[in-house]
């Protein structure tokens, strides 16, 4: 995602079972564990190991990814005057309410053919960024939706990790 020059070996590499200092820090994002800083050689070995995923991993990381950065993220008001950023996909909704690092997300499903909405328990995320709370909420809203047992299995592991 991108490579830091910390000037000097002030960084750890975040690779499990290496922990050298290193000095140009390559933040990776892997859908198997998240984020971790790891250094130059390690690097080379991580992108290995991902162009062994399958397809349908990446994909469904690519997804992640589009739906947090090219969604239309909108302010509403509930019913009762609560404030929220929300969004819609495909039909169902996503609804971010709090403020930076004291979010909450919940989210509806539209019930097919008809203009109703299950909405779900709302789930706090303290500590989060807005863009991890985003993240967050579109994965627990793919891991219930999708029919793919992988791609649910994989949902839940990647909502652990960064959870
Ligand atoms: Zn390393």
């Known amino acids: 995602m991108s490579i830091d020059d910390l000037g000097g070996l002030d960084g750890t590499c975040e690779r499990e ?6 000095r ?4 990776t994002y892997h859908p198997d564990w998240g ?15 991902d162009k062994k995923l ?8 690519r ?3 589009n739906f947090v ?32 690092r004291r979010y909450a997300f919940q989210v509806a499903l ?6 109703y909405y299950h909405y779900k328990d709302i789930v706090r995320v303290p500590g989060k960024t807005l863009e991890e709370v985003k993240e967050l909420a579109y994965i627990a809203l793919k891991g219930v939706t999708t029919k793919d047992i992988e791609e ?8 652990k990790s960064i959870r």
């Open 152 to 159: 649910k299995a994989m949902l839940r592991n990647l909502y």
């Open 110 to 115: 539209k019930e097919k053919g008809r203009n």
């Open 17 to 22: 079972g290496c922990g050298k200092e290193i």
């Open 54 to 61: 399958s397809g349908k991993v990446l994909a469904c990381y």
């Open 24 to 27: 140009y820090e390559h933040l």
């Open 35 to 49: 984020y971790k800083k790891v250094g130059s050689t390690c690097i080379e070995h991580l992108t290995q190991k």
């Open 69 to 100: 950065h090219s969604s239309d993220w909108y302010q509403g008001k509930t019913q009762k005057g609560k404030s929220y950023i929300g969004a819609t996909h495909s039909y169902d909704l996503i609804r971010i309410y709090g403020e930076e």
């Open 63 to 65: 997804n992640i990814s």
